[in-house]
């Protein structure tokens, strides 16, 4: 009895490596005091060009062009917003239809790149097949290639398909991007083989498997891509694409807009914030499950 008491007890006492790990996890309180300082100034600098956008927006033209460039508004103004709003209403195409462009090429860009780059991860990542490895090496070679790169060769194929000058030029390429097909094979790759395996006993298909738990449990990876592909197309001007005025998405209008010389600095301004604030938004929706634990994280063969 007594030496199983031993045994017992000595089973409870935490080991020598297990205290030593232990406290070299452990931060001090100064260590934690200078880890936030140096936090926080690196937060206040990221968000320093966000004030900037929204107080230029409220800075009236003379604030506008001072210099030294100030970041907060001394006399806020709401004059940049109705002059915005005169210019647009007088132009040819309206400024809800160059929002209601964008809207359309994000949307559905972003949607169809995460779906399609989800279901191609798939069966790359939990299925073999032959030319496997192949495929996913030229995936991975794509990643090498700028935009200046394939610029032409896009251009070609696009006008190939007979789809220049249509949403389908600037949605169809956001489809193919290599990095969202590699970031979610990747994270598929950490999903269990026996979760699948014990759908498949339970009688349920490969779209079954797919929407039903190869989806979910990778869901901080395509909101992340989402996110990504999102700011991206919420950006893209559709030049070399989209030549008809009616076709043109926001970031056009405000190329547009500030090319028309320094009066039009402050509408300028105003497009500049209406074109940060959604993105900004889109993450601020998303940013809870982007962080969020992977659900297989302690899950083992």
């Not at 995936?139 to 194929?157: D, K």
């Not at 901080?220 to 076709?247: K, M, V």
């Amino acid at each position: 009895m007594n030496s199983l008491k031993r045994k017992k007890d000595y089973y409870k006492k935490p080991s020598r490596w297990k205290i030593r790990h232990t406290k070299q996890l452990n931060r001090s309180m100064a260590g934690n005091t200078i880890l936030f300082v140096i936090m926080g100034i690196c937060g206040v600098f990221m968000a320093l060009p966000l004030v900037m956008i929204l107080n230029n927006a409220l800075k009236p033209l003379d604030e506008l062009f001072r210099y030294p460039p100030q970041i907060f508004v001394r006399n806020p103004s709401l004059d940049n917003f109705s002059d915005l709003y005169v210019l647009m209403s007088s132009s040819w195409v309206p400024f809800t239809r160059y929002v209601l462009n964008t809207l359309i090429i994000t949307g559905l860009g972003t949607v169809g790149h995460v779906l399609f780059a989800s279901l191609a991860a798939y069966p790359l990542a939990k299925h073999d097949f032959p030319g496997k490895k192949f495929l996913f090496s030229m995936v991975v070679l794509s990643l090498m290639f700028s935009y200046n790169v394939t610029a032409i060769p896009n251009y070609m194929i696009i006008s190939w398909l007979g789809i220049n000058n249509t949403y389908l030029a600037v949605i169809l390429p956001a489809f193919a991007y290599g990095l969202g097909l590699y970031l979610m094979k990747q994270f598929m790759e950490q999903i269990p083989d026996s979760l699948i395996e014990s759908a498949r006993l339970d009688g349920a298909g490969e779209f079954r498997i797919f929407f039903s738990i190869i989806m979910p449990n990778v869901k901080p990876a395509w909101l992340t891509l989402a996110i990504f592909q999102f700011q991206t197309l919420w950006a893209n001007t559709g030049s070399g694409f989209l030549r008809s005025e009616q076709l043109k998405p926001l970031q056009y209008a405000l190329y547009q807009i500030v090319a028309g010389g320094p009066a039009r600095q402050g509408a300028g301004a105003v497009v500049q914030l209406i074109i940060a604030a959604i993105p900004i938004t889109f993450f601020i929706i998303c940013q809870s499950n982007v962080i969020e634990t992977m659900t297989t994280s302690g899950m083992k063969d």
